[in-house]
T-cell receptor, first 115, second 117 residues
Framework: AQTVTQSQPEMSVQEAETVTLSCTYDTSESNYYLFWYKQPPSRQMILVIRQEAYKQQNATENRFSVNFQKAAKSFSLKISDSQLGDTAMYFCAFKGGGSNYKLTFGKGTLLTVNP | GAVVSQHPSRVICKSGTSVKIECRSLDFQATTMFWYRQFPKQSLMLMATSNEGSKATYEQGVEKDKFLINHASLTLSTLTVTSAHPEDSSFYIC?????????????FGPGTRLTVT
């Protein structure tokens, strides 16, 4: 079974600075998908960024980028120019490459952006 | 696009009663929907997977007779908590995947906060 580990329960960063959230996973599959979801205080899950394992290029979405290290099974999220609205729980998630859309979530990292 | 709604957003019920939560995909057809439970400051815990027109698949430890799931159409799944007790109080989230979707994503509803008194 796949596992997803987020080793940082809580992190904080000053507004406008850069922060990196860690995520490692374990799988025997070669094709899979990785996601970072944000859950703000409203508790609505919001997709931040996704990465297909077959793509070598790291995904980027505006201020959000990932460092995907397939051999090391690492998938970290970098948030640049942090904003107060980035304060949220961040969940790393894994999906296998088959037709099963089931996600395996990490335990989450609570990020606080300080003014 | 890819909007999922849940109703109600909050519900309070008395112990022993049943409560139904609806999950709808508003602008796409969802062949598969998922139901999660989330305790404060914890991750999402998958309860069950429902496919349109077939019985739901429950995760280990989830009582299928207590948490009834019906996925009657490609846009609607319901979760009924039967004979609710205070320990069922939680935040329930549904998600849906688009039929034939190439992005392999789950689209999440806004959640339902259930309080059992």
């Amino acid at each position: 079974a796949q596992t997803v580990t987020q080793s940082q329960p809580e992190m904080s960063v000053q507004e406008a600075e850069t922060v990196t959230l860690s995520c490692t996973y374990d799988t025997s599959e070669s094709n899979y998908y990785l996601f970072w979801y944000k859950q703000p205080p409203s508790r609505q899950m919001i997709l931040v960024i996704r990465q297909e394992a077959y793509k070598q290029q790291n995904a980027t979405e505006n201020r959000f980028s990932v460092n995907f290290q397939k051999a090391a099974k690492s998938f970290s999220l970098k948030i640049s120019d942090s904003q107060l609205g980035d304060t949220a729980m961040y969940f790393c998630a894994f999906k296998g490459g088959g037709s099963n859309y089931k996600l395996t979530f990490g335990k989450g990292t609570l990020l606080t952006v300080n003014p | 696009g890819a909007v999922v709604s849940q109703h109600p957003s909050r519900v309070i019920c008395k112990s022993g009663t049943s409560v139904k939560i609806e999950c709808r995909s508003l602008d796409f057809q969802a062949t598969t929907m998922f139901w999660y439970r989330q305790f404060p400051k914890q991750s999402l815990m998958l309860m069950a997977t429902s496919n349109e027109g077939s019985k739901a698949t429950y995760e280990q430890g989830v009582e299928k007779d207590k948490f009834l799931i019906n996925h009657a159409s490609l846009t609607l799944s319901t979760l009924t908590v039967t004979s609710a007790h205070p320990e069922d109080s939680s935040f329930y989230i549904c998600s849906a995947t688009e039929a034939g979707g190439a992005r392999h994503e789950q689209y999440f509803g806004p959640g339902t906060r259930l309080t059992v008194t």
